[in-house]
């Protein structure tokens, strides 16, 4: 039995360097949460780029764009209303250029927002991961030790009755 005594130690020793691992990774990772989320006020420019993001990339918007060029170039077509801008539209590519070009770097800053946001929290996940995968190796642990101490219960089960028998048979042939 001293096997399965040594092996419950080392077992032991090893539990327990793996739970200070997993509470010192659980301390660091609620001290950078509460930092993070610490961080998580929006600038008046963040929130800006936010909605002018929010809103060029609605329905609404590319409804409401889409009627606006189909009057403009109705109106320009048909001479309804002077022509203010005719057939190659020189004014309205400059203002759909002007557009372009103020509200790309709106989207641009709440795209690089949001990439630091899911970058934060692919590396929360990635230290969550980390903790279960230390857990689940534990767990591992633990169930080796309690297959190898059954293996050599059984063994020498195994053994005591063999022995057990052996002297048995021994008893019916000197009887």
């Known amino acids: 039995m001293t096997v399965v005594e040594d092996l419950k130690h080392d077992l032991h020793d090893a539990e327990h360097q793996l739970l200070a691992q997993l509470r010192l990774l659980r301390r660091n990772l609620r001290a950078e949460t509460a930092a993070v989320l610490g961080k ?3 600038t008046m420019g963040q929130r800006i780029a936010d909605w002018v ?4 990339g609605s329905w ?5 764009q889409t009627t606006i060029l ?5 109106l320009n077509v048909t001479a309804y209303v002077q022509k ?4 190659p539209f ?3 590519n400059l203002a759909l250029s002007f557009q372009a ?6 989207i641009m800053m709440s795209q690089n927002r949001q990439q630091d946001v899911d970058r934060r929290e692919a590396e929360e996940d990635h230290k969550i991961n980390i903790k279960a995968e230390l857990e689940i190796e534990l767990l591992h642990q633990k169930i080796d030790a309690l297959r190898e101490k059954e293996v050599l219960f059984l063994t020498e089960a ?14 019916r042939k000197g009887a």
């Open 40 to 42: 998580h006020e929006l």
């Open 53 to 56: 993001a929010a809103t060029m």
């Open 60 to 64: 609404r918007f590319i409804i409401i």
């Open 70 to 74: 189909i009057a403009w170039i109705v």
């Open 84 to 87: 203010w801008d005719p057939y």
């Open 90 to 92: 020189i004014l309205l």
């Open 101 to 106: 070009a103020y509200a790309a770097p709106f």
């Open 158 to 171: 195994i053994k005591d009755l063999t022995d057990l028998l052996k002297a048995e048979r021994t008893g």
